[in-house]
């Protein structure tokens, strides 16, 4: 295995990090992006393999006995999500680098395990209000979840702190330009 360096973004859902994040792969010829597992149901455009790697919570935790994943994490109850070894290291053996779309706490715990050749972004909706009405635009969330949402948001802008570099999503254009920099400087060094 030949090992490259390590992109990883985060933050709160609906901050746009999702956006960033195909913006800049569309742009970068060395990076992939990393496919993680998770127990969730597929929503309806949601393609295998693509999206998400959809496991039972029973292969999940298989995996999990396996050692199988570099991190993962109960994001919500019943939901686990996780960045398996074996695409990470897929990705370096094309002589590529990955590049990660996780959570908060999957981020920093992927960051910590590889301090030399992972760089870390959070990003920041411009405010709480701003992030609930992204939330309620996208039309994907029951009251329930939407709310469970909003209460996981918030508690994740307090670990801001624990990533390389934080950037407040105000305009996506100028996020993305942002991220753009930070990306090229850090696999160019």
Request: charged share 30%; proline share 3%.
């Amino acid at each position: 295995m030949s090992e490259g360096k390590m992109v990883i973004f985060s933050g709160p859902s609906g901050a746009g990090k999702t956006t960033i994040v195909q913006q800049i792969v569309k742009n970068h010829d060395e990076l992939r992006f990393s496919i993680s597992a998770c127990t969730r149901v597929k929503r309806e455009n949601e393609v295998e393999g693509e999206h998400y790697i959809f496991m039972t919570i029973e292969d999940f935790h298989h995996k999990v006995e396996e050692n199988a994943f570099m991190e993962w994490e109960k994001v919500y109850e019943g939901h686990f999500y996780g960045t398996l070894k074996s695409e990470v290291e897929k990705i370096w053996d094309e002589g590529h680098h990955p590049i990660f779309d996780i959570d908060v706490q999957g981020a920093i715990n992927l960051k910590k395990s590889n301090p030399d050749k992972a760089m870390s972004i959070f990003i920041k909706p411009p405010s709480e209000e701003l992030l609930a009405k992204r939330l309620e635009h996208r039309l994907t969330e029951s009251v329930e979840s939407l709310e469970m949402r909003l209460k996981k948001a918030k508690n994740e802008l307090k670990f801001e702190g624990e990533f390389d570099h934080v950037i407040i999503n105000v305009d996506l254009t100028h996020s993305v330009n942002e991220a753009e920099k930070l990306v090229r400087s850090f696999l160019n060094n």
